[in-house]
């Protein structure tokens, strides 16, 4: 019927599993790659002092863990010869890290471990701050958010989630990390709107983190918490949470193959979380080539596809040369969700 093909629609233009579009862009990088790299090697570029990556969110959450993935692995496989610190930048829902960012334009030992609510933010007018305003650096993974519940909650599954979505919205209360519009409320919304539900009665509760969201499902403080799959994994196996539903395509493969998705509980969506570094506005096209070089040895490393497989991350690398084509691609797409999801002032 009409609304469920509108629905089709609303969720085809938001599925960010960009599995297919990111390997035509990086086909397309290579050469630009390449003539990076020799530039590099020409201006000689490289960190003379201790690298930043900025975590726009608290210890323990989903960004947290790939900051402090990169900087092991960066260090440990010796591609990067300076310290890397990260530094956890909180609040404003992302925008004190993004000031910071933009405290040091030009300068290429500032990195920021960004998602997508960056893109979300300036959408829906929580920031003045757009993508464009920095430099894009390199594209990572893609992450699949997972509804979790703690263990003695009253709902046992999606299905009787999306019932009580259908019968009173505002009967549920969701916890949300880290902003209204980000990546969670996002994944929520998308939820709400495939069952033809007003987006704007649900109950939210918006915390610093993924970790703090999940200890509000734990303590039974909120009736669901959307967070990433490996933070919810980890609570499961633990019994301080129960998963019950995943935004992926199709069912995941190992330890999350029970994990049923929205689309076979009958709401038909697909997201995921895009996680993507950014640079300082103005960076030099050496900076860019050594961090080109630098992110291109370390996805090929044993420790990083370990880790892809160990969080169950969607590989998605994309060079520098790529990332804003990417990353405008996914704005328009997101400004269409949010927009017919009614999240956009």
Excluded at 156 to 176: E, F, Y
Excluded at 286 to 306: E, I, N, P, S
């Amino acid at each position: 019927m009409a609304s469920g093909t509108s629905e089709r629609n609303v969720m085809t233009r938001s599925a960010i599993c960009h599995t297919r579009r990111a390997a035509v862009l990086c086909a397309g990088c290579a050469i630009m790659l390449f003539a990076q790299t020799m530039q590099c090697i020409a201006a000689g570029w490289a960190p003379e002092r201790a690298v930043e990556i900025i975590v726009p969110t608290g210890p323990g959450g989903a960004n947290d863990i790939t900051a402090r993935t990169l900087q092991r692995v960066f260090q440990q496989e010796r591609i990067v010869n300076v310290p890397i610190n990260v530094v956890n930048r909180v609040g404003g829902g992302g925008a004190i890290s993004l000031n910071y960012l933009n405290q040091h334009a030009g300068d290429g030992h500032y990195l920021l471990n960004a998602s997508i609510n960056v893109l979300t933010n300036h959408i829906t007018g929580l920031s003045t701050l757009h993508y464009s305003d920095f430099t894009p650096v390199a594209m990572l993974v893609n992450e699949y958010i997972v509804f979790v519940v703690g263990p003695e909650s009253k709902l046992p599954s999606g299905r009787d989630m999306l019932a009580r979505l259908k019968a009173d919205p505002s009967s549920l209360n969701v916890a949300i990390g880290t902003a209204r519009g980000g990546t969670n409320h996002t994944a929520v919304a998308l939820v709400a709107k495939a069952v033809d539900t007003d987006v704007r009665k649900l109950k939210t509760v918006v915390f610093q983190s993924n970790s703090q969201s999940a200890m509000a499902a734990m303590g039974g403080h909120v009736d669901v918490a959307p967070i990433s799959a490996s933070a919810a994994l980890s609570a499961s196996k633990s019994g301080k949470l129960r998963m019950i539903a995943i935004t992926a395509p199709r069912r995941l493969t190992g330890e999350l193959a029970d994990v049923p998705t929205w689309k076979e509980l009958g709401a038909n969506v697909e997201f995921s979380n895009s996680r993507f570094m950014l640079g300082p506005r103005g960076m030099t096209a050496a900076q860019l080539a050594y961090w080109d070089v630098a992110f291109g040895r370390m996805v090929q490393t044993a420790a990083w596809k370990k880790d892809i497989d160990d969080n169950h991350w969607a590989t998605n690398h994309i060079p520098s040369a790529g990332v804003q084509r990417y990353l405008a691609q996914l704005y328009d797409e997101l400004k269409n969700a949010l927009t017919d999801a009614g999240l956009v002032k």
